[in-house]
């Protein structure tokens, strides 16, 4: 049997939420519960009662952004040479 060597696996979305995610800024608010924000995702915010909660809430919140902005072809930003803005060459989302 033969093995596959040197084949990068490329997870586009996974890699590009990723990337997002490690520019998340959290805040310790005077109740003890926590927001969190991804400033280059203009409305991409969370809330949680502890820093885990907060975290998964904002990755939801960013899934949830990104697949509407997609569907209505709102601006995405460009993430470590990730640009989701590209048009398929071949058919659109919505076929699928």
Request: aromatic share 8%; proline share 4%.
């Amino acid at each position: 049997m033969k093995s596959v060597k040197n084949i990068a696996t490329k997870f586009i979305i996974s890699d590009y939420i990723h990337n997002l995610l490690a520019l998340a800024e959290y805040d310790k608010l005077e109740d003890g519960t926590f927001a969190g924000r991804i400033p280059k995702c203009k409305g991409v915010i969370s809330f949680g009662a502890t820093l885990k909660e907060c975290q998964d809430e904002l990755r939801s919140t960013l899934e949830d952004w990104i697949l509407v902005g997609i569907k209505f072809g709102h601006p995405l930003p460009v993430i470590a040479k990730i640009n989701l803005n590209k048009k398929p060459a071949h058919a659109s989302v919505g076929t699928l």
